[in-house]
């Protein structure tokens, strides 16, 4: 879907797009710029990637405040707002995972912008 697949770069263009209108009502404030992004994020850094037809897959579990979500990419975790956790924390989280779908086929609206803002569109 993009003109690179170099997961890490994409992860950082991503996290250099994400602002407090993508999200939700109970994440807004945070004091962490992360926070609350994790699900679209990850959403769309699984479009980016080529989705299921080159082999990602979105994961999640339970954290403190909710649930975590991530990609996984040839053995791979990818995840755009890991630097929400400390190490440790992370590292539970990451052992409960699952994998899981996201809730449509294409990207959210949320996703689709930040796509959009990562191609340039």
Not at 10 to 23: A, N
Not at 39 to 44: P, R
Request: glycine share 10%; charged share 20%.
């Amino acid at each position: 879907m993009t003109h690179t697949t170099d997961p890490k770069l994409l992860i950082k263009k991503i996290q250099r797009v994400l602002s407090p209108e993508l999200l939700q009502k109970k994440w807004r404030g945070s004091t962490n710029p992360l926070a609350g992004h994790c699900y679209v994020a990850s959403e769309a850094l699984y479009h980016l990637l080529g989705g299921s037809k080159a082999g990602v897959k979105a994961c999640s579990a339970q954290c403190p405040g909710g649930v975590h979500w991530w990609i996984e990419l040839n053995g791979w975790k990818l995840d755009p707002t890991s630097s929400q956790f400390d190490p440790q924390t992370l590292e539970g989280i990451y052992a409960q995972g699952r994998g899981r779908g996201f809730l449509t086929c294409k990207p959210s609206k949320r996703a689709q912008v930040i796509i959009d803002r990562v191609l340039g569109y």
